[in-house]
């Protein structure tokens, strides 16, 4: 096995150059998803913040290559494990030493796997603060590896502990993150700050053009002009309970609305299935994957952004569906506390019936429709900006690195 022998680098005055930003993740770009889109969001603020910002990142192949700005180390597929999941090989010595010889000054990590160790790797190395961001709840998938929640949690709260506690600092998207997290057991500093959003590109429909485009998406749905449109982006997995939105759906039983569900995933036959079970087959639309640029035309097509997902850390597409002029009806979560403001922005429900009353309550009164989703678009723009976002991340970095004091590094060989 070829090795590189890491070196401690010489400090340098940050005042002297732009704050250079190393971010790990293990999704990127053409993935879809809330940490792909989450870290976009970060890298685009940095950088607008003055920052000098790199992503390492896996290769959707085993070949590592590199693009301005993004290095992307080879890797295999983990499917078996979770959808389109996978895992690094060693990285390439030209990529470590092109990364040593820039010299980060904060290293953040957005993934607790394969680039996490990396991450861990070089910000040891450097002596420069590591930052986590922790995106997601772990113990809501114990159905892919643990016939047992209860043995399936302390698995997570044991990892997570092991995982943060090399950190300088924790980020995390919501107040019930960082409860679980310190139940968890984890000591690290934790910082609640809310994944920012692009308001530009998040709004209502404004153009003409753009209410002509609504039409002719519905359309290619084959949803008429009169019809409610209820729509959820997610992947079609067990642990986004879309099972419980169509039994809320069939239980509503209006005939004056369709369901979209916008993307896809290893549990949409079950879905579909549970459709035509249920007798609302021909109320459903599976739209599919669609485009990450184009999905903001999606959220416009619809009247109310419906969910019952369990598993969200903030739930990134609340927000975007929110910023769209969305009132939301969602399943009782804390990670939404903040977002749904019961009578105003939406409602939280646990019911079939209270599902059926408040989607009633939106429905037949087109004026208070209306005004909660103005109050939606409102309140996104309130709590939800981009640019507050990557602030408060900025702020954590120059933090952790008041906190670091000098300490000795052992030269580490890092696998190449």
């Given at each position: 096995m070829n090795v590189i022998p890491m070196?401690?680098?010489?400090?340098?005055s940050a005042e002297q150059r732009p704050l250079r930003v190393l971010l790990t993740t293990d999704w990127w770009?053409?993935?879809?998803?809330?940490?792909?889109a989450?870290?976009?969001?970060?890298?685009?603020?940095?950088?607008?913040?003055?920052?000098?910002?790199?992503?390492?990142?896996?290769?959707?192949?085993i070949r590592t290559r590199s693009e301005p700005g993004v290095y992307r180390i080879g890797s295999v597929s983990a499917a078996m494990l979770y959808d389109r999941a996978r895992i690094g090989m060693p990285a390439s010595r030209r990529v470590l030493r092109?990364?040593?010889?820039?010299?980060?000054?904060?290293?953040?990590?957005q993934c607790e796997f394969s680039t996490h160790v990396w991450a861990r790797r070089i910000a040891r190395t450097l002596a420069v603060p590591l930052v986590h961001t922790y995106h997601t709840i772990y113990e809501d998938y114990t159905h892919y590896y643990s016939p047992s929640r209860t043995v399936g949690r302390k698995v997570v709260a044991t990892f997570s502990r092991r995982v943060l506690e090399g950190t300088d600092a924790v980020v995390v998207p919501t107040t019930k993150v960082a409860n679980l997290l310190t139940g968890y057991g984890v000591r690290r500093p934790l910082h609640v700050i809310?994944?920012?959003?692009?308001?530009?590109?998040?709004?209502?429909?404004?153009?003409?053009a753009e209410r002509a485009d609504v039409a002719a998406l519905r359309a290619s749905l084959d949803i008429t002009p009169d019809q409610k449109v209820l729509i959820s982006v997610s992947r079609l997995a067990k642990e986004k309970n879309l099972d419980e939105v169509l039994d809320q759906v069939a239980a509503a039983d209006r005939e004056d609305t369709v369901l979209v569900l916008v993307g896809d995933g290893p549990y949409r036959e079950e879905l579909e299935a549970r459709t035509r079970a249920l007798g609302i087959a021909d109320r459903v639309r599976f739209a599919g994957v669609?485009?990450?640029?184009?999905?903001?035309?999606?959220?416009?097509?619809?009247?109310?952004?419906?969910?019952?997902s369990r598993s969200e850390t903030q739930g990134l597409t609340f927000i975007e569906a929110l910023a769209s002029g969305?009132?939301?009806?969602?399943?009782?979560d804390p990670s939404l506390d903040g977002v749904v403001v019961d009578g105003r922005t939406g409602w939280q429900i646990e019911t079939p019936?209270?599902?059926?009353d408040q989607l009633g309550a939106l429905l037949d009164d087109s004026a208070r429709r209306a005004e909660m989703s103005q109050a939606a678009v409102d309140h996104a723009a309130a709590t939800c900006g981009s640019p507050q976002f990557g602030k408060a991340v900025l702020d954590v970095y120059q933090q952790a690195r008041l906190r670091r004091t000098p300490r000795i590094i052992s030269r580490l060989a890092v696998p190449a």
């Open positions: 070196r401690p680098a010489e400090r340098t770009e053409p993935v879809v998803n809330g940490v792909v989450s870290v976009a969001t970060l890298r685009r603020e940095l950088i607008a913040l003055g920052c000098d910002v790199r992503v390492l990142t896996l290769s959707q192949g092109e990364i040593l010889d820039w010299r980060p000054d904060v290293i953040h990590s809310p994944t920012g959003l692009d308001l530009q590109r998040f709004r209502p429909s404004r153009s003409p669609v485009d990450p640029a184009e999905v903001q035309r999606w959220y416009r097509i619809g009247d109310v952004f419906v969910s019952a969305l009132p939301l009806l969602c399943r009782r019936d209270e599902f059926t």
